[in-house]
């Protein structure tokens, strides 16, 4: 019994010792990666990780005192973190030769990602890297947070990493071969280039459609390939060598950007307005949810990426179960839109989970969306090319239907339009007559409102306008422009000899004189009873006094015969002035110095020219 209790007790004892021993191993983790001859990359193994506590910050010194009490593969998922955490990990070169590898950090999106190297010796090593520090001024200048790490044989290193972001916590962190990390970097920035020269061809392609269709469902899904391109190329840090961080975190907001763009789109393509109207206000509601998270994201970018990601799982699940309610067994394109929205969906779903740390990391994962989008970019201008070849099908059996009508109707409408364009012909006549009347009576009315009845010369009020025009063009032009004011001399006592009925013969004698001794271009009006005037375009004082004269001579020397009485002698005074350079000058004021100048004429004896060259005022 003696012997039994104390194997009893000695066995307790050893048990107890192991425990002690094993319980602070369990306690602290310590991840170890171990280097060999054989392996280039190392992309599976774990990382001990410690996650700040609220209100407090640790520096390196904090840091090594840390028992790490969590470890996690180095595909780290972890969510939308509030502090910042620290990675922990030995690395031993147990093989023959010195080892030059890459400490990367598979995504960009991460604002801090800062590596603290400690050798054997404890000597540290510090190197920043991450959004807020430019491609240009890290260590290695990619978008991608990378470090240079050389390990001699037999050398190891402690290594802690420390990540904080606004997008979330996920990526890998992966030790690659010097050589292989710089070919693999070449090989994507290659796929990715591929990737963006696709979109823009897209892009151009349907932009080529838009501008000859004027369509904007072109316009709508140009919009979507652009902005989902631009986000890609953000995502995967194809500009980061160009912007900043703060650059970066405003081009987030393209996602629910170019997501109200697809549903701008989608309700275009399939006409929910007029056909799915439920549908319609369906996406409108999404789309208002979607514009409220771009404010919230706009005011506050950390809080409002979190709520994005919340709500697009769900957004996006709305979206595909309504499509699938609402379009079920309704056509080639609803079908086809569904396939391509559900490959939309899946995508965009798994990078959300991704992001919010629901599911493990994987850089497979990660590059999904890239890989996937080409798939539905593709699939959705295969809807667009479909629906351009139905419209046009369409189009095509509208003009067939329309040619077969035509044709039945050709028959049946021949002796109708026969017997219409009789008709039209007859009526077409009438009304021509009737426009033929119209025109005579307008341009007798014409002829009777500016013309004097006895003359057949220009009235009063037509000579004036006609004389405003010529004033106007004149003075624009710069041209000389003369006027002449006429008077019967004595024709009082020739109304009061032989009567009115004479009075009016001579007036017409000397109106039809003076159409033969002025020229075409010269405008002749009746301005009073025996008093007539001359406007005379392009014609100086000089010109004008020679025409005056000639027609005054002419005049003189003119008979009119009168029954029963002796032949009739009569003579003629003319006032003449021309236009003078002041803006002011008018016909009335022309027609106010021609006829100073006629009274001048009558005075001096009668039957002779006066000219007035000089301007008199008003009050003259």
Known sequence: MKIQKYLFTHTLKTIFMVLLMIIPTIMTANATLVLNDQDSTYQNFDVDYFIEPDGRFFDIGDIQEVN??????????????????????KVENKSSTKKKMILEFTEVVHNVVDLYTFTASKELTYKRNGLNIPVNQREIQESTPSFKLYLEAGESKVLYLQLSSTHGIFGAIQLTDKTEYYQNIQMKKYLYLAYLVALMTIVLYNFLYFLYFKDRIYLYYITYVTLFGLW?????????PFINAEIFIVLQLIIPLFFISLLLFSQSILETEKRHEKLHKIYNTIIYITLFSILWMSVAPESGFYLMNLLSTPLLITTLLSALWYLRGKGIINKLYIITLSVFTISMTILSLLTLGVIPYSHFLSTLIVVVSIIEIVLFSLLLAYRINLLRKESFESREKLIRQQKSESTRLFHTVGE??????????????????????????????????????????????LSELEISKAKFDKEQLSCLVIDIDHFKRINDTYGHDVGDIVINDVAKLMILNTRTKDHIGRIGGEEFAVLMPKTNAESAYQI?????????????????????KITISIGLS?????????IHTLLKRADTALYKAKNNGRNQVCCLPEKISEEA
């Open 68 to 89: 790490f009490t969590q470890s996690t593969s180095n595909k780290i998922s972890l969510g939308f973190q509030d502090n910042e955490i620290w990675f922990r990990l």
């Open 232 to 240: 890609v190329a953000n995502f995967k840090g194809l500009l980061l």
């Open 420 to 465: 219409k364009t009789k008709e039209l012909n007859r009526a077409k006549e009438d009304l021509e007559a009737e426009l033929k009347k119209k025109i005579e009576l307008e341009k007798h009315l014409k002829h009777l409102a500016s013309t004097d009845p006895m003359t057949e010369l220009n009235n009063r009020r037509a000579f004036f306008e």
């Open 548 to 568: 005056a004269d000639r027609l005054r001579e002419n005049i003189s020397k003119h008979t009119i015969a009168i029954d029963n009485h002796e032949a009739i």
């Open 578 to 586: 021309t236009l003078t350079k002041d803006k002011d000058e008018t």
